[in-house]
């Protein structure tokens, strides 16, 4: 029997297409629900389906992860092209060396209250 299929009552939603419709949807990045939408599927199945088959769950971070490294290699590639996008990139990685501006540390000190000397105590 297949894992996570159901023995008695109705067939599992889990099929191949399913976990591919996941897998393909995590890889862009989708967050759980919107990968669930995307598989027409709930929460609660994939929750059940993590459940059975925990290491679903390290493939499923992983995948969340694809759009940033294709991201970081759509930066890399374009610096041959950009000499500029380089340098906009030094500037936000290696702020110390090839920043534009500089950081300042300012201190505020509250004032301190003067004392109201038209007012007399009475006695």
């Known amino acids: ?3 996570g299929s ?3 009552g ?3 939603v ?3 297409l399913t976990v591919n419709k996941l897998e393909e949807a995590f890889s862009m990045g989708c967050t759980d629900n919107e ?4 598989a027409d599927i709930t929460k609660k199945t994939l929750y059940n389906y993590q459940d059975a088959n925990p290491e679903f769950i390290h493939r499923k971070e992983t995948l969340k992860d694809k759009p940033v490294l294709m991201a ?5 590639k374009g610096f041959a092209e950009d ?7 030094l500037e936000r990685k290696k702020k110390d060396e090839f920043s534009l501006r500089s950081e300042s540390t ?3 000190t509250m004032p301190t209250p003067i004392m109201d000397l038209t007012k007399t105590d009475a006695v």
């Open 83 to 89: 000499h500029a996008h380089a340098l906009r990139f």
């Open 106 to 108: 300012v201190e505020v």
């Open 1 to 3: 029997m297949a894992k």
């Open 35 to 38: 990968a669930c939408l995307y």
């Open 72 to 76: 970081r290699q759509a930066v890399i």
């Open 10 to 12: 109705r067939p599992t």
């Open 14 to 16: 889990m099929t191949e």
């Open 6 to 8: 159901n023995p008695i």
